[in-house]
């Protein structure tokens, strides 16, 4: 399920529409409009989980530390924890314990986080101020220790790309055990400073698909077109790979600590999920030896991470499927 409690971003990317759609100064709900919702989403018998669709969280830091998630963990108290919360922010978030702190209280597991790139240049060319100057593998590993599972999106394709950036890029994912790593290439929505500045130099050759993660561009690179696209695929291959993609997962939940706020709500679904997960990866799969470490592993010495453990093998049977399938129209 869905809500939405801000909209607008105080950063300004390049590539990005977003303040062009929806400005500068994060525009906010009240406090009493979010309880309402969540309590229409408690009366309908949701217990599962609600995504914040917000373009970015924290755009306001201080509304939101002051009022609206102090006002969210009461009422979660209150109802016994019966969603669990997961949103898009900036990295940003690692500079602020007490803002951590308090989205764990409220019942929030999962943040998406705009890296980009790990070359620096590439940060520079398109301002994103946030991420330049920062080490951030050590941003995320504190947004993890904290007890949030950061998902992360990197794009490929900025004029400072150099040609050693597939292998960085790979590298860095693995350093981070961020375990969804959504890697797309660089295009430009209408509306972005990318669109105008691409228009200018004559570089535009389209609308973008909408999609970037189905290997279209929308303007004419500087890398050579081969390189980059090989390049992707390398990424894409390596990272979602069952040996990497599943070393990456014991990599995170070694560290990892899930918070216990919540009892545990059994669904059928879940069951079902669970038992197909034990056929499809642990029988017929090509992953089945990692699929089997990696469940014994986490029942034997970390019992509180296997039900993310399951979860995450999933996932990446999701990630490598969609992959082929993008691979195959590709041909
Ligand atoms: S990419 Fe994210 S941080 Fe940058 S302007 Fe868009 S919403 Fe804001």
């Known amino acids: 399920m869905n809500i939405q ?44 989980a609600v995504f914040f669709v917000d373009d970015n969280l924290i755009g306001n830091k201080k509304k939101l530390k002051q009022d609206i998630l102090p006002a969210i963990h009461e009422w979660m108290e209150e109802h016994r924890y019966p969603f669990t919360f997961s949103t898009q922010l900036s990295i940003d978030l690692a500079d602020d ?51 949030l599972e950061v998902q992360a999106g990197f794009i490929l394709g900025f004029d400072s790309d150099p040609e050693s950036i597939f292998v960085r890029l790979a590298d860095f994912i693995q350093n981070t055990g961020v375990v969804t790593a959504m890697v797309g290439l ?8 990318l669109y105008a500045r691409l228009q200018a130099e004559k570089r535009l050759i ?30 894409l291959s390596k990272i979602y ?17 899930p918070p216990r706020l919540r009892p545990i709500y059994f669904r059928i679904v879940h069951l079902k999920a669970f038992l197909k997960s034990i056929w499809y990866l642990g029988f017929i ?13 986490s029942l034997v010495k970390k019992i509180n991470t296997f039900p993310h453990a399951v979860s995450f093998a999933i996932y990446g049977y999701h990630f490598r499927r969609m992959f082929v399938e993008h691979i195959k129209k590709l041909r």
């Open 186 to 193: 660089l295009n430009a929505p209408k509306g972005s400073r």
């Open 241 to 257: 790979s069952p040996r990497h993609y599943y070393n990456r997962v014991r990599k995170f939940l070694a560290e990892f600590e």
């Open 97 to 147: 314990e007490e803002l951590m702190d308090l989205m764990i209280k409220a019942g929030f597991q999962t943040v998406f986080v705009g890296i980009e790139s790990p070359n620096e240049e590439s940060l520079q060319e398109c301002a994103k101020k946030q991420n330049i100057a920062r080490d951030l593998v050590a941003s995320i590993k504190k947004i993890q220790k904290f007890g």
């Open 285 to 297: 799969g090509q992953e089945k030896l990692y699929y089997w470490r990696l469940f014994f592993w």
């Open 5 to 48: 409690y801000s909209r607008g971003c105080p950063f300004n990317c390049e590539f990005c529409n977003v303040t062009l759609l929806n400005g500068h100064r994060p525009r906010t709900k009240t406090k009493e409009q979010i309880i309402r919702e969540l309590e229409a989403l408690y009366r309908w018998g949701w217990r599962d």
């Open 206 to 235: 389209k609308e973008t698909s909408g999609d970037n993660t189905d290997f279209s561009l929308n303007f004419i690179p500087k890398m050579d077109y081969k390189t980059l696209i090989q390049g992707y695929t390398n990424v």
